[in-house]
Structures are given as structure tokens and as C-alpha cells.
Nanobody
Framework: QVQLEESGGGLVQAGGSLRLSCAAS????????MGWFRQAPGKEREFVAA????????FYADSVKGRFTISRDNTKNTVYLQMNSLKPEDTAVYYC?????????????????????WGQGTQVTVSS
């Protein structure tokens, strides 16, 4: 069983920054690929970023590339999402997710179906 808890969301002006954190339970966190997704009102959940358990591979949605950075600290069982140059269209609930099924060194899944554990989400609101 894995529990994920996001934090760091809030209200920020356009152009500002936030750093989201996702703390995970479990001694084998270091073996899990991790991802961030978001869901705006009336829209489907969409991929934001993913990182392999090794940190060797990262992927980003085109809409956040160059502005967001995903990272992880396996000693703290935590994955981060640094969000810079925020835009009103980044407003959404942000979720972190864990894939506990694959131990591949380079694997960083990009679809919700590839993840089996999810956090409760943290709200990010960007005002114009």
C-alpha cells in the first residue's frame, strides 16, 4: 500500500512560482516512477510531468515544457514539481501518482492508466 500526499498549492499571480511536493509512504518509493497530472474544472485529467525512479528520464507536457521542472529526492520519499512563469491556464487541481509495477531504470509513464496510486490533489490557482 502506498499513500501519497501533495502540498504546496495555493493562489499566485500570473508570472509567479510555486513548488509542489508529494510525500510518499513506503520503503520502496525509490523504485517507483512518479508523475504529476492536473485537472481543471470541466476538463479531463491531463499529464503534466513524469520522472523515472532513477531520475534518469523526465517527460513534460508541451504546455509546461521550459516552465516546470520535476525532481525527486529518494532519501526523503518525495517528488517535487517546480512551477515557474505560471499562467492562468495552469489553474487546476494537481495530483501526484505512483507506478508500483515497473522497475525499469528509464520508465517514466505519461498516461493515467499507467499509475496505480494517486494523491488527493492540491489546488493551484493563478490569477491574471
Amino acid at each position: 500500500q502506498v499513500q501519497l500526499e501533495e502540498s504546496g498549492g495555493g493562489l499566485v499571480q500570473a508570472g509567479g512560482s510555486l513548488r509542489l511536493s508529494c510525500a510518499a509512504s513506503g520503503r520502496t518509493f525509490r523504485h517507483y516512477p512518479m508523475g504529476w497530472f492536473r485537472q481543471a474544472p470541466g476538463k479531463e485529467r491531463e499529464f503534466v510531468a513524469a520522472i523515472a525512479w532513477s531520475g534518469s528520464t523526465t517527460f513534460y507536457a508541451d504546455s509546461v515544457k521550459g516552465r516546470f521542472t520535476i525532481s525527486r529526492d529518494n532519501t526523503k520519499n518525495t517528488v517535487y514539481l517546480q512551477m515557474n512563469s505560471l499562467k492562468p491556464e495552469d489553474t487546476a487541481v494537481y495530483y501526484c501518482a505512483a507506478n508500483t509495477a515497473s522497475g525499469s531504470y528509464y520508465y517514466a509513464p505519461r498516461t493515467p492508466d499507467e499509475y496505480d496510486y494517486w494523491g488527493q490533489g492540491t489546488q493551484v490557482t493563478v490569477s491574471s
